[in-house]
């Protein structure tokens, strides 16, 4: 099949108005400005990849209908595999998101009528007269809402001292005018009547935010790092509407799925509920939620264990624990993935016909990895395949369901704490708790009465339990970091992952940390090397694959988790500088042996301008960023500052230069403070914007957003505003403005140099490398800023 065509998908506004004709044209419709944004709306018209009068190819046979998904329309079935074998658009969730504009029988009639003389027979053009007739803009069910309690000056906003980065902070914080959604009703298809119209989508009850771009709907774990902002933007009602919204479907569907449509109802996220809960409780004392809160907290706990969970006996111990996986039932193609998945199992590189049994497998595989929130990463599979970019032959050897993951063990570990504060500050009665759910599980409490005391003793004991697996399966002492236990090799993995900081975030410190600073330097000297070697943030791992949680992209959750697992630090540990590296080495040679499963020189490289790469691989030569008391964009040193307290202010600096510079250097101004930059020092085609907020970076440079996956980068951006807004309120006083790279060539000659990022020269100190540091990353920011416009063909991840 031909390449897919990448367009840009900026935040959308969504009203219902009148879809465009169908058409081969790549335009997009556009609804009049709402008062709540100037973000239009936009909405996909067909590109096909055949020519109108082409016929399409011939296709593999249908997987098993889902029973989890019975529609006939928006499905695994004939219809929908049809319509993604035709390509009509760059993202299959474009289909599926679209509601109809008929009755489901109607529009399955018309399908008929155009697959009669056979599905081979079928012209591109017959596709896409059918969706322009049968189906309506994606996502209008949905429509913008007024936030009429916005405080355009929250008080966290004092916190932060630079005058530039203050100011940018007060600009993502008005972001979420524009992200805020609500059902529309006068656009719904009737509940349970397919008379009218039928649509995937899951109606709330309640306003939430949407990530932005093709996440045009409230997801799940997402929404964790959405109400860490929006606490801190004094945004507590649409925090409690989000959190309603997980209680009603823990209410009618008995789990919180993945996202709102019903093709995510196999499937659930990292479980981070409770600890939402949590944070808005602590933020707004609203302990009255807890009435109807608790016992749902409890039927997610329950989900988990009784679906999720399994005993698993430790070859290091003999001790057998109660873990939980991620692991999906599912053997078909994820509707808003069709194509992709169906190309993973049926794709034209292969030399063998997989069975229906190995292509079940290999689609459950990928629903599961869905499932982690990490779709996908090397961290899962196999065979890694390093360093290739054809991610196709890795997603092959996906291996989820085998894997016991150490954050989601983790996150399931402080959920059980947390939920035990919550009963311990519950004012409701013994008798306003007893709607705990039935469970077959050991580490359900037992239905009927139990005091908030007691429901809290037993969450601690589980959590106990859970705690003892995790420093027993995945902490190993050796190599000082935690990874993944796979119950194929009964043995730790070797995958060395952002996961491995995720026990600390949720309070689990081994012992050999606790009482040692040599050990606690070694546990966070990945982070040292990232920041002395590169010029951005964190990588989820340190293979390039050409998956999207891989290198090089950095992803703001792992920022944020970095930050607090440092902070979770004892002062006892954490005092002086960090130590250097012996003479003629770099920092890698302050990582432990095996920690990080990679030779030096087989580490991603660091990019200049041009699409050259910084020559040295080894030695001194490739920290480039290293210099007199922090790093390139690391903020401003302090005097008696710890390594633990550097590295905060360094990392966190680091990840806010990364938003400030792709969003300057993408149209961002701020009046009397920060000028547009002329048009030829723009990212390629962002003439005309003001700026975008990115999902994910590169451990690269900090102007570019990150890149690979099964979709083109996407803007809003839901928990990018969480973080940097979290950040702000956090660590306000710490944050410099960073130095951003140009785009034209003499960047390099230009570059300023500083103690440590404030005014317009900031950065860090000067060195050698300086030059280095002003051209950063040049072409991969080049390739994803056009990848993101849609102003160039990328090629499918699977094509």
């Known amino acids: 099949m031909k390449a897919l065509q990448a367009a840009f998908v900026l935040p959308v506004l969504v009203h219902a108005f009148p879809q465009a004709s169908s058409s081969a044209s790549s335009s997009t419709a556009t609804a009049p400005a709402s008062t709540t944004s100037s973000t239009p709306v936009v909405t996909s018209t067909p590109q096909p990849s055949f020519a109108l009068n082409a016929t399409l190819p011939s296709q593999a046979a249908l997987p098993p209908k889902q029973a989890w998904c019975p529609s006939d329309i928006f499905c695994a079935g004939e219809l929908l595999q049809t319509l993604n074998i035709a390509e009509p658009y760059a993202d299959s969730k474009t289909i599926v998101d679209k509601p ?18 056979g599905l081979t027979a079928i012209t591109e053009n017959s596709i896409v007269t059918f969706l322009g007739q049968d189906f309506r803009g994606e996502g209008l069910e949905l429509e913008a809402q007024n936030l009429t309690n916005f405080n355009p000056n929250p008080a966290f906003l004092n916190n932060v001292t630079d005058p530039v980065m203050k100011a940018w902070t007060q600009t993502v914080h008005g972001y979420w005018t524009s992200l805020i959604r609500g059902t529309n009703a006068s656009a719904l298809c009737r509940e349970g009547n397919s008379t009218t119209c039928e649509s995937t989508l899951i109606p709330l009850n309640h306003t939430f935010v949407v990530p932005g771009g093709r996440f045009r709907e409230q997801y799940y774990w997402d929404s964790y790092w959405i109400i860490e902002g929006l606490i801190k933007s004094e945004l507590l009602s649409v925090a409690n509407d989000t959190l309603q919204n997980f209680m009603d479907e823990l209410d009618t569907i008995g789990f919180i799925p993945n996202g709102g449509r019903i093709y995510y109802l196999a499937r659930s996220q990292p479980p981070l509920f409770i600890h939402m809960l949590s944070n808005y409780v602590a933020a707004s004392n609203d302990t009255s939620i807890l009435t109807r809160a608790l016992p749902l907290a409890e039927k997610e706990l329950a989900w988990w264990a009784d679906n999720r969970s399994l005993n698993v006996t430790s070859p290091y111990t003999n001790n057998t624990h109660f873990v939980a996986r991620y692991s999906v039932n599912n053997s078909a193609p994820r509707p808003e993935s069709y194509l992709a998945d169906y190309l993973v199992t049926n794709g034209p590189d292969l030399t063998t016909a997989y069975t229906e049994q190995e292509q079940a497998d290999l689609y459950a595989e990928l629903a599961s990895g869905a499932e982690t929130g990490w779709d996908y990463s090397s961290r899962f599979a196999k065979q890694p395949l390093l360093n290739i970019t054809n991610n196709t032959p890795a997603l092959r050897t996906l291996n989820i369901r085998a894997n016991i993951p150490v954050d989601l063990n983790s996150i399931l570990y402080r959920a059980r704490l947390l939920l035990a504060d919550l009963y311990e500050q519950s004012a409701s009665s013994p008798t306003a708790l007893l709607a705990t759910p039935t469970s077959t599980s050991s580490v359900a409490f037992p239905t009927g009465t139990g005091s908030p005391a007691s429901r809290a003793a037993f969450h601690r004991s589980v ?58 330097q070694a546990f966070f000297s990945s982070v040292n090397m990232v920041l002395n070697r590169y010029n951005g943030t964190f990588p989820v791992t340190f293979l390039t694959t050409g998956l999207q949680w891989d290198a090089p992209n950095a992803w703001p959750p792992h920022q944020y988790i970095i930050v607090q697992a440092l902070q979770s630090l004892p002062s006892n540990i954490t005092s002086g500088a960090f130590p250097t590296p012996p003479s003629n080495q770099s920092t890698f040679a302050l990582v432990p042996n095996g920690q990080i499963p990679l030779s030096e020189t087989e580490l ?74 002329p048009a030829d020092e723009l990212l390629p085609g962002a003439a005309g914007l003001s700026g975008l907020m990115f999902e994910k970076f590169s451990i690269n440079d900090v102007s570019s957003a990150g890149r690979g996956g099964e979709y083109t980068v996407q803007a809003g951006f839901g928990w990018t505003n969480g973080v940097v807004l979290f950040l702000a309120g956090e660590l306000g006083q710490i944050i410099a403005r960073p130095s951003c790279p140009t785009l034209v060539s003499t960047a390099a000659s230009n570059s300023s140099s500083g103690s440590g990022g404030s005014g317009s020269s900031g950065g860090g100190s000067s060195s050698g490398a300086e030059s280095l540091r002003g051209s950063l990353g040049f072409e991969s920011l080049r390739w994803s800023v056009m990848a993101i416009l849609g102003l160039m063909l990328v090629t499918h991840l699977l094509l």
């Open 100 to 117: 109809t504009n008929k009755s489901s029988q109607a529009v399955l009639n018309d399908f008929n009528a155009i697959a009669a003389p």
């Open 463 to 520: 959590a106990a339990d859970i705690k003892s697996a995790i420093l027993d399966l995945f902490w190993d002492p050796t190599r000082v970091a935690f990874y993944d236990f796979n119950t194929t090799a009964n043995a730790r993995g070797t995958a060395f992952t952002a996961a491995t900081f995720y026990p600390l975030w949720n309070g689990i410190t081994p012992p050999e940390i606790l009482s040692n600073a040599t050990a606690a």
């Open 604 to 677: 991603p490289v660091q990019s200049i301008e041009g699409g050259g790469n910084v020559t040295a691989t080894s030695g001194p030569d490739v920290d480039i960023n290293a210099g007199n008391g922090t790093v390139f964009n690391g903020g401003n040193s302090t005097s008696g500052e710890g390594w633990r307290d550097t590295m905060v202010r360094e990392l966190t600096n680091r990840f806010m230069s990364s938003a400030f510079c792709s969003w300057y250097v993408s149209g961002g101004s701020l009046p009397g403070l920060l000028s547009p930059l």
